[in-house]
């Protein structure tokens, strides 16, 4: 089966610039996140769609990010204006549904954003 | 709040010989699952292993076995015969099963495998 799918792998861009992340999930899963990783930690969640449906973007800084997933399978996660502490990769992850199985998530390869 | 703790920044093993990476947790909720993910040079996060607090034995596939002690709330990966390959970035995480699928992660241990 088909993995997660990012892209772009890599973006460069200069601060208060715009960038769009897209992301495929798994198909027929119907959970899936935006997590934000940091050089040299740990990834922490932006944001977590439920179908089309938002379940959690507490952490997501809506003044410059946002995030869709219109028809409940692709999503975006778009930074407008980017700040050099965007500088990151993105990583788009999948899970079949929430639950309190295992329903581990599998995750794209990310997209590594410099902001110069 | 959940907090996950790797206090190791890194780890040298040797080729063949068994390493054990610690992870301690903090929940106040009593229905969580535990995960431990490689992240290898190319960035990817690959699932390893997965515990549920409810469990009655500790996880194991293939190589990797979870040492969970619940009282104590650590949730340490073993990964036996360690292979080149294993060299890689580790992170424990943490799902509050009353909060979503919302994964908490801590900030990784780096293993390294020497020849």
């Known amino acids: 089966e088909a993995g997660v799918a990012q892209s772009p792998r890599y973006k460069i861009i200069e601060k208060r610039q715009s960038v769009a992340f897209w992301c495929n999930p798994i198909?027929?899963?119907?959970?899936l996140y935006w997590y934000q990783q940091i050089l040299g930690q740990g990834p922490k969640l932006l944001i977590q769609?439920?179908?089309?449906?938002?379940?959690?973007d507490s952490q997501l800084p809506k003044d410059r990010f946002s995030a869709e997933r219109l028809k409940g399978v692709d999503s975006t996660l778009k930074i407008q204006p980017a700040k050099l502490e965007d500088s990151a990769v993105y990583l788009c992850a999948s899970s079949l549904t929430v639950g309190t199985s295992g329903y581990e998530q599998y995750f794209g390869p990310g997209t590594r954003l410099t902001v110069t | 709040a959940q907090k996950i703790t790797q206090t190791q920044p890194g780890m040298f093993v040797q080729e063949k010989e068994a390493v054990t990476l610690d992870c301690t947790y903090d929940?106040?909720?009593?229905?969580?699952?535990l995960f431990w993910y490689k992240q290898p040079s190319s960035g990817e996060m690959i699932f390893l292993i997965y515990?549920?607090?409810?469990?009655?034995q500790n996880a194991t596939e293939g190589r990797y076995s979870l040492n969970f002690q619940k009282a104590r709330k650590s949730a340490n990966l073993v990964i036996s015969a360690s292979q080149l390959g294993d060299s890689a970035m580790y992170f424990c995480a943490m799902r509050n099963n009353n909060a979503g699928n919302m994964l908490t992660f801590g900030g990784g241990t780096r293993l390294m495998v020497k020849p």
């Open positions: 198909s027929g899963h119907a959970t």
């Open positions: 769609f439920q179908n089309n449906g938002v379940v959690d």
């Open positions: 515990q549920g607090s409810y469990d009655q």
């Open positions: 929940t106040s909720d009593p229905s969580y699952g």
